[in-house]
């Protein structure tokens, strides 16, 4: 049988939904770069920067972060304490939470090296309170003589200072003097238990001692709802919004209503464009939310910072993420920025949209994603590679000239592929031509009419061999291009169906 292959080409017009683009980019901090605002980053900028704040205290240093873990920072307090006589206070959460199965915000902490350090460094050196509910992070220093401290998104552990895109800010002499009256507030009022000398915490209750402070410099959610006001003014900020509101967060809540105001925005034609994790629980029916009504979605692995910017013009950094959580309960620090420290917040934005390693898209298309990654079963992000091309074969034995036009007539991409382009290739396989042909007219490139004795009845012995002769279509294959095959199909249209057709090579 001779065969001709007539092949055509398909792009997949499909959509991947709810999917992670990488950008084959690796996120560099700008900790070098002398900005208002500070990032963390492998050079630990931050992180020397506080132990040598902490070298000059004097009188007194409080510290407060959701997870603290044992580092430089920790021996620097443990100098200050028994070198200068320096007061130490501590508070956070991880001893009030180790019953839980782990810290998400932090996979490195490690409970056995935290009660190792509770025990070796911070018993009979300092005074150490805790609540499961104190999700700030930041330390003052001598916060009454020589202020000094940072607001810091990040909980007070190596990994978040080197390797988490975090934000901190230096604090000013009044926010500090304010911050340390919030400080002192929740400390002995809203702590629940107290590290004892014999390495074990006792439960405490309020002194009823200290009054609310009152807030100008400092945005705070507190146990206390009437000192609450960093939920408010950041509502009172994305409901001003005219062009574009940008955040970063670790986690988001869609329901909540600082979450249901931006995706309104949203929808209103204010441009949004949020920095995050490729985290299951914050982008699954949540942040999806807003890429799937045009947000732009830009994500590290790492990233913890929270903030938030609003028509360039005001913008605030703060511990809590958009969840109830945070901006309803709990215990969170933020504070507004001044102008100069915006403008360099919008550069650190300005390089995590190009540095992050994924962008996060609702839909994409098959066409123009070779790889992507999205969660697998345990919430994780993996792998997945599109294939660029792949091919479809079918065959027909073609005896008549309807037969060839309705075979390659209907060539078409097949309803599922999961390649960016298909090839199909329909295969038609022709009858060899019978010897006594003879050849009346070339109709076209490689295409002839032909007549040949078609026997119509068998010699037998009692009757003779009958033919007629009838008219058939002759191709020769070498000539029929693939880009010709339309053209034939087309003149066979022309008044040749009915009849049989054959094919050759050019040398028969």
Known sequence: MKELIYKKQFTNKGIIQDIFLPTNK????TESKGLRIIESGEGGILFKNIIIIIEKAEE??????????????????????????????????????????GFEEDDSFVTKDYKKMLTEKFKNNFIHRQANNLHAKFILIDPKTNPQGYLFTGNFNKKPFFDNP?????????????????????????TTDE???????????????????????????????????????????????????????????????????????????????????PREKAVNNNIDQLAKNGAEIYCHPLIHAKSLIVDNKEAF???????????????????????VQIIDLLKIYSNWESTFPFQFKHKALISETNKYFEFDKKGRVFPKEIKKEETSLNNQTIKRVEDLISFFTEIKAPKNYNSQIIE??????????????????????????????????????????????????LITISKIKNENVPELIKLLQEGYKGINIFAKNEKN
């Open 424 to 473: 199909v290739s329909h295969i038609a396989q022709f009858q060899e031509i019978p010897n006594n042909y003879k050849l009346s007219k070339q109709i076209g490139k490689g295409v002839e009419t032909v007549t040949y004795d078609q026997i119509i009845q068998k010699k037998t012995k009692k009757k003779p061999q009958k033919a007629k002769q009838v008219e058939a279509i």
């Open 317 to 339: 950094i703060f511990s809590a993420n958009f969840e109830k959580h945070g901006m309803d309960t709990g215990f969170e620090i933020g504070t507004k920025l001044s102008k």
């Open 60 to 101: 007194v240093i409080c510290l407060q972060s959701f997870l603290i873990q044992d580092t430089e920072i920790i021996n620097a307090l443990l100098k200050a304490k028994i070198e200068r006589n320096v007061r130490v206070f501590i508070m956070d959460s991880a001893e009030a939470r180790l019953n839980n199965t």
């Open 195 to 277: 590290q004892t000398k014999n390495e074990q915490f006792d439960k405490v209750k309020a002194i009823q001692k200290f009054e609310r402070p009152k807030l100008k410099n400092i945005l705070v959610t507190s146990p206390d709802s009437k000192l609450s006001n960093l939920k408010n003014t950041l509502l009172e900020s994305i409901n001003k919004s005219e062009t574009e509101i940008q955040f970063s967060t670790f986690g988001f809540d869609i329901n909540h209503k600082l979450s249901q105001s931006i995706l309104a925005k949203l929808k209103s034609g204010v441009k949004v464009t949020v920095f995050c994790r």
């Open 26 to 29: 690796k996120w560099a901090s």
């Open 166 to 190: 975090e934000l901190a800010v230096n604090l000013s002499k009044m926010q500090i003097k304010e911050l340390f009256k919030v400080f002192v507030y929740h400390f002995w009022e809203y």
